[in-house]
Antibody
Framework: EVQLVETGGGLIQPGGSLRLSCAAS????????MSWVRQAPGKGLEWVSV???????YYADSVKGRFTISRDNSKNTLYLQMNSLRAEDTAVYYC??????????WGKGTTVTVSS | EIVLTQSPATLSLSPGERATLSCRAS??????LAWYQQKPGQAPRLLIY???NRATGIPARFSGSGSGTDFTLTISSLEPEDFAVYYC??????????FGQGTKLEIK
C-alpha cells in the first residue's frame, strides 16, 4: 500500500527551527517528485516546496531562504527543515508525491504552531 | 505567477442535485489543471487531472472540462459524501503549483 506519514510538528517559538519528516512506504521517494503543501487554520492550500527526482529543489517565495527540502534515500524519507519560523508559518503541513505534475498521494499532515 | 480564481466561494445544494464549480486562470494553463476534494480534518484527494481525466477510484459522477483559462468541475448527482471543499490547481507554470482559494460545497 502506498502511504506517506508526516511527523515532527509541534509548538515552536518565533525564530525557532523545526524539521518535518515524511516517511514513505509502497514506493520510492527518490524516484518521484515530492512536495510539501501547507494549510493555515481555516485557510486554503499553499504549495511550499518540491524536490524533483533528479534532486532539483524549488520553493514558494514565502519560505525561500528559510526552508530546505531534502530526502534520505536510505530511509525513503522526505524532509522539510524550517528555520526562522514566523507566526504565519502556522499550518498543517502535508507531504505529497506527484504524478504527471499533480499531487496524487498525500499524507495525513502534521501541525506546526509558531507562537510565544 | 498564475492566479486561479474559483467561483462561487460557497455553493448550497441538496443531495441528488447537479453541482457546477468554476476555476478561472489568469493566463492560459492549456489543459494542465487538477481538481482536489478536501473533507474536514482530512488531506486533499486528487479527483481530476489534466482538466478532464478522473483519478484512480474516482466515481463517474465527477467530471471535469475546459481548457485555456476556464474550467469546470461537475458533480452530476450529489451524494451526501460529496459535501466538502474543492480546490483547483495548475501545473502549466510549475513551480509554483498554485491552488485556487477553494469552493465550499454545503448541504442546503
Amino acid at each position: 500500500e502506498v502511504q506517506l506519514v508526516e511527523t515532527g510538528g509541534g509548538l515552536i517559538q518565533p525564530g525557532g527551527s523545526l524539521r518535518l519528516s515524511c516517511a514513505a512506504s509502497g514506493f520510492t521517494v527518490s524516484s518521484n517528485y515530492m512536495s510539501w503543501v501547507r494549510q493555515a487554520p481555516g485557510k486554503g492550500l499553499e504549495w511550499v516546496s518540491v524536490i524533483y527526482s533528479g534532486g532539483s529543489t524549488y520553493y514558494a517565495d514565502s519560505v525561500k531562504g528559510r526552508f530546505t527540502i531534502s530526502r534520505d534515500n536510505s530511509k525513503n524519507t522526505l524532509y522539510l527543515q524550517m528555520n526562522s519560523l514566523r507566526a504565519e508559518d502556522t499550518a498543517v503541513y502535508y507531504c505529497a508525491s506527484l504524478r504527471r505534475g499533480y499531487m496524487d498521494v498525500w499524507g495525513k499532515g502534521t501541525t506546526v504552531t509558531v507562537s510565544s | 505567477e498564475i492566479v486561479l480564481t474559483q467561483s462561487p466561494a460557497t455553493l448550497s445544494l441538496s443531495p441528488g442535485e447537479r453541482a457546477t464549480l468554476s476555476c478561472r486562470a489568469s493566463q492560459s494553463v492549456s489543459s494542465y489543471l487538477a481538481w482536489y476534494q478536501q473533507k474536514p480534518g482530512q488531506a486533499p484527494r486528487l479527483l481530476i487531472y489534466d482538466a478532464s481525466n478522473r483519478a484512480t477510484g474516482i466515481p463517474a459522477r465527477f467530471s471535469g472540462s475546459g481548457s485555456g483559462t476556464d474550467f469546470t468541475l461537475t458533480i452530476s448527482s450529489l451524494e451526501p459524501e460529496d459535501f466538502a471543499v474543492y480546490y483547483c490547481q495548475q501545473r502549466s507554470n510549475w513551480p509554483p503549483g498554485t491552488f485556487g482559494q477553494g469552493t465550499k460545497l454545503e448541504i442546503k
